[in-house]
């Protein structure tokens, strides 16, 4: 597994996800099920929106599953630590050609920092910081065209 397949989770996403991928499976399913046995109880599916819709929500539902079970399945669970190169959970402080500072956590859409900016590693700038030291000149290509900054800081969210 190299690093932009494995997905950082803090130990409160991770749970959050767990607990989430505990209640879709079971009361989500039921309910969904009931959805389905009340709209077939109005007639004929064919015609019956209220049938489509339950069977669209059910097929949210089971997407969301294999989604969690995907990222679960992937993660890397604990703290990351402070150091000299930038990895997976870190918070990294970049300026751009603009002297603009950021501060940017590596991490998955599914780890919530308030107030910070997460950076998936799979995104032009995450993948270009990861294994990228204190002080580097990172270019990376984004919509807008190439970009460049500069790492000032590798810390801990």
């Known amino acids: 597994m190299t690093d932009t397949d494995t997905v950082w989770l803090s130990r409160e996403a991770y749970d959050r996800l767990v607990a989430e991928l505990e209640h879709l499976k079971s009361e989500g399913r ?6 389905i046995e009340r709209a077939r109880e109005h007639g004929d599916i064919s015609e019956n929106a209220e049938y489509e819709v339950a069977k669209e929500e059910q097929g949210k539902l089971e997407s969301r ?27 990294v402080t970049i300026v751009d050609e603009d ?23 799979q995104s032009p700038l995450g993948g ?9 000149e990172v270019r990376y290509h984004a919509p807008a065209g190439e970009l460049t900054v500069t790492i000032t800081a590798i810390d801990t969210p």
Do not use: M, Y
Request: no cysteine; hydrophobic share 40%; charged share 30%.
């Open 30 to 35: 039921a309910e969904a099920s009931e959805a």
């Open 65 to 91: 599953i294999r989604e969690i079970e995907r990222t679960l399945a992937r993660a890397t669970v604990g703290e990351t630590e402070a150091g000299d190169t930038v990895s997976l959970g870190n918070l």
């Open 99 to 121: 002297g603009e500072e950021l501060q940017v956590v590596i991490a998955d859409r599914e780890d919530k920092f308030p107030g910070l900016t997460s950076v998936s590693p």
């Open 128 to 136: 270009a910081l990861l294994g990228r030291t204190l002080h580097d």
